[in-house]
C-alpha cells in the first residue's frame, strides 16, 4: 500500500487529501472537507484530469477566451494547446459558444468570455 | 452638473454588485464610471477558472463571472459611462471626470461608491539592482498582453513573488510555450493560494523558491539574465547562495496595493495597514456618505467576497439614500498581536444585526487561537488549525455579542 499526499485544487480552501493507494486505486481518503475533493483525490491518483483554458486569435483578430467544458487528461493539455493554437473563429461570440467539438476524450472547447 | 442619487466609481467586480444591490435597496438612480470600454475590470483579462466557486457553486472563467453580474446591470435601469475617467472627487460628494464625448464634467451625488480596485507593486518599490532592459513586467501587465492583445512578452521568464497572478501567469506562459525557469518568493511562505501552487506550478514543474529573491538584472537592451540568492531570517541576500538563470522575461507578481489617490484627496482617512479607507461596518468611510468595497479597500483573495462586501455597500449607500444620514455609535477595531489588519476598522455596537470582521495574519501560525476582546473581556475565540498570511479570516461578531463590547476592540492570534 503506497501513501500521496495531495492538495485539493477543486475550491481555494486547498484541502490537504492524504490518499491510500492500492493496486493502483485509492482504497482511503482522509483530509477532504467535501464530495469534490473525494472525487478529485480518486481520479488524481489515477488519472489527473485538468480543464485547460487559453485563448483562440478570431479572424478579427480578437482574443477570445476559452475552456474546456470538461477536464482533460493532465498528460494530453500541451496536446489540446497544439490544437487551441490551431483554430479561429469568428466574432461576435457567446459565452457557451462551441469553437471546438471534442477536442479530446468528449469534451468540446467552448467560449469563455463574450467578444463583439 | 449632472445629478445621480449614487454614483459608483469603478465598473470592475466591485462596483458591478455595488451597483446592483443599491438598486435593489430602493436607490433608483444610479451612475457607473468606467475608465476601460467595457465593464468588468480585471476579470476581462483573468481567462483561468475558479471564480464564484463560492458564489455560484461552479468553477467560471474571469469574464464568465463578470458577465453574471454585468447582464444583472443591464436588467435594471443603471446608467454606465465607459471610457471615462474620474479625476477628483471631493468631500461635498462631487465627482470632476472626463472622456472624449463629454470633455471634463461634473457628477453631484447623493452618495458615492469607491471601487477603483488595486493596482500591482512595480519594481521601483522593491530596489533591485541592476540596468533598466526591456523585458521586465508586473505580471498583470504580461496577462493582458498574452490573453487580451494576444501576443508573448517573452519565451524564457523568471517570475518574482508568488502572489496568485505571478503563478497564474506561470502556467499562462508555459502553455504558451515559454520556459518558466523559476518563481522566487521572499517570504518563506507563498502568498498565493495552495491550490495555485499545484496546479500552476507542480503540475508543469516549475520549481517554487522560498526564502529567495532576485540580487540582479543583467541585460542591456533586453534582459539576459537574473541572479536570485537565498535570503535569510532578516530577509538579506546570503553571499555565496547566488543561482544564475539565462532568460529574456522577468515578471513581478510582488503584491497589490489599494488604488487610493481620489480617496486621498478628498480627504477620507486611510489605513496604513489596508492602505485603503477606514470604514465602518457598513463600508462607510469617515465622510458620511462615501462608501467603499472591493480591493480599493483591503485586497481579497477572492472575487466572490469582493461581490459579497460590495453588496453590504451598495445596500448601506441605498440606505443613507433614502433614509439620510446615519449616526455611528462605534468602537474601534484594532489589530493586535500576530494579526497584521482587521476591516471593518469602525464597529456600532446598537446594531441588531451580526458583524463579520475580516483580517490577515502576520505569519504562518499553526494550532493558534483567534481571539477578539474588549480590555480584558475575551467576547469571541476560536482555535484555528493553520493560519496563513494568503488567506484571509473572517469572525463572526452576533448582535448578541456585540451589546457585550463597551470599548475597544483588539484581535489578536495567540497560543503561536
Given at each position: 500500500m503506497e501513501k500521496v499526499n495531495l492538495t485539493c485544487i477543486e475550491c481555494p480552501m486547498g484541502c490537504r487529501i492524504e490518499v491510500e493507494v492500492e493496486n493502483g486505486k485509492a482504497v482511503s481518503i482522509t483530509g477532504n472537507s467535501?464530495?469534490?475533493?473525494?472525487?478529485?483525490?480518486?481520479?488524481?491518483?489515477?488519472c489527473p484530469m485538468r480543464v485547460v483554458t487559453s485563448t483562440v486569435r478570431s479572424k478579427s483578430g480578437k482574443m477570445v477566451p476559452v475552456k474546456t467544458d470538461k477536464p482533460v487528461k493532465k498528460a494530453l493539455i500541451f496536446e489540446v494547446m497544439k490544437t487551441i493554437n490551431s483554430l479561429s473563429c469568428n466574432t461576435p461570440i457567446r459565452i457557451g459558444d462551441i469553437i471546438?467539438?471534442?477536442?479530446?476524450?468528449?469534451?468540446?472547447?467552448?467560449?469563455?468570455?463574450?467578444?463583439? | 452638473m449632472m445629478n445621480y442619487d449614487i454614483v459608483v466609481i469603478g465598473g470592475g467586480p466591485a462596483g458591478l454588485a455595488a451597483a446592483i444591490s443599491a438598486y435593489d435597496s430602493g436607490a433608483k438612480n444610479i451612475l457607473i464610471l468606467e475608465r476601460e470600454d467595457k465593464l468588468g475590470g480585471i476579470l476581462n483579462q483573468c481567462i483561468h477558472n475558479g471564480f464564484g466557486l463560492t458564489r455560484f457553486k461552479e468553477s467560471l472563467s474571469g469574464p464568465e463571472y463578470a458577465y453574471r453580474f454585468i447582464e444583472e446591470v443591464k436588467n435594471r435601469d443603471i446608467d454606465v459611462f465607459l471610457n471615462t475617467t474620474v479625476i477628483s472627487l471631493s468631500k461635498d460628494k462631487k465627482v470632476t471626470a472626463i472622456n472624449s464625448e463629454n470633455g471634463v464634467f461634473?457628477?453631484?451625488?447623493?452618495?458615492?461608491?469607491?471601487?477603483?480596485?488595486?493596482?500591482?507593486r512595480s519594481r521601483g518599490a522593491l530596489n533591485i539592482a541592476g540596468?533598466?532592459?526591456?523585458?521586465i513586467y508586473s505580471a498583470g501587465t504580461a496577462q493582458k498582453y498574452v490573453n487580451i492583445k494576444g501576443y508573448m512578452p517573452g519565451k524564457s521568464v523568471v517570475i518574482l513573488g508568488s502572489g496568485d497572478i505571478g503563478l497564474i501567469m506561470a502556467r499562462r506562459m508555459t502553455l504558451e510555450g515559454a520556459k518558466v525557469h523559476a518563481v522566487c518568493e521572499i517570504m518563506p511562505y507563498s502568498s498565493g493560494l495552495k491550490r495555485n501552487i499545484v496546479q500552476c506550478l507542480d503540475d508543469f514543474g516549475i520549481?517554487?523558491?522560498?526564502n529567495h529573491t532576485i540580487t540582479k538584472i543583467e541585460g542591456k537592451e533586453r534582459v539576459t539574465a537574473v541572479e536570485i540568492s537565498e535570503v535569510d531570517e532578516k530577509r538579506k541576500p546570503i553571499k555565496g547562495t547566488e543561482m544564475r538563470f539565462e532568460c529574456?522575461?522577468?515578471?513581478?507578481?510582488?503584491?497589490l496595493i489599494p488604488e487610493n489617490e481620489l480617496t486621498k484627496n478628498a480627504g477620507i482617512s486611510l489605513s496604513n495597514r489596508t492602505r485603503g479607507a477606514i470604514v465602518s461596518q457598513n463600508r462607510e468611510t469617515d465622510v458620511p456618505g462615501i462608501f467603499a468595497c472591493g480591493n480599493v479597500l483591503h485586497v481579497h483573495d477572492l472575487v466572490d467576497f469582493v461581490s459579497e462586501e460590495s453588496e453590504l455597500a451598495g445596500k448601506s449607500a441605498a440606505d443613507y439614500v433614502i433614509n439620510g444620514e446615519k449616526e455611528h455609535n462605534s468602537v474601534n477595531c484594532i489589530?493586535?498581536?500576530?494579526?497584521?489588519?482587521?476591516?471593518?476598522?469602525?464597529?456600532?455596537?446598537?446594531?441588531?444585526?451580526?458583524?463579520?470582521?475580516?483580517?490577515?495574519?502576520?505569519?504562518?501560525f499553526k494550532n493558534c487561537t483567534f481571539?477578539?476582546?474588549?480590555?480584558?473581556?475575551?467576547i469571541i475565540e476560536r482555535k484555528k488549525k493553520i493560519a496563513v498570511p494568503g488567506e484571509m479570516e473572517t469572525l463572526l461578531i452576533t448582535s448578541d455579542k456585540l451589546k457585550e463590547i463597551d470599548g475597544d476592540l483588539t484581535l489578536s492570534l495567540e497560543g503561536a
Open positions: 467535501c464530495p469534490r475533493g473525494k472525487m478529485y483525490a480518486e481520479n488524481e491518483v489515477v471546438c467539438e471534442n477536442i479530446s476524450d468528449g469534451a468540446n472547447l467552448v467560449a469563455s468570455g463574450n467578444v463583439d | 461634473t457628477v453631484k451625488a447623493k452618495a458615492i461608491i469607491l471601487a477603483m480596485g488595486c493596482r500591482e540596468s533598466r532592459p526591456a523585458g520549481p517554487l523558491y522560498l529574456d522575461t522577468v515578471l513581478f507578481s510582488v503584491g489589530n493586535g498581536k500576530n494579526i497584521s489588519y482587521v476591516l471593518p476598522q469602525k464597529i456600532d455596537t446598537d446594531l441588531e444585526e451580526n458583524v463579520k470582521v475580516f483580517f490577515r495574519v502576520s505569519g504562518t481571539k477578539l476582546s474588549c480590555g480584558d473581556k475575551v
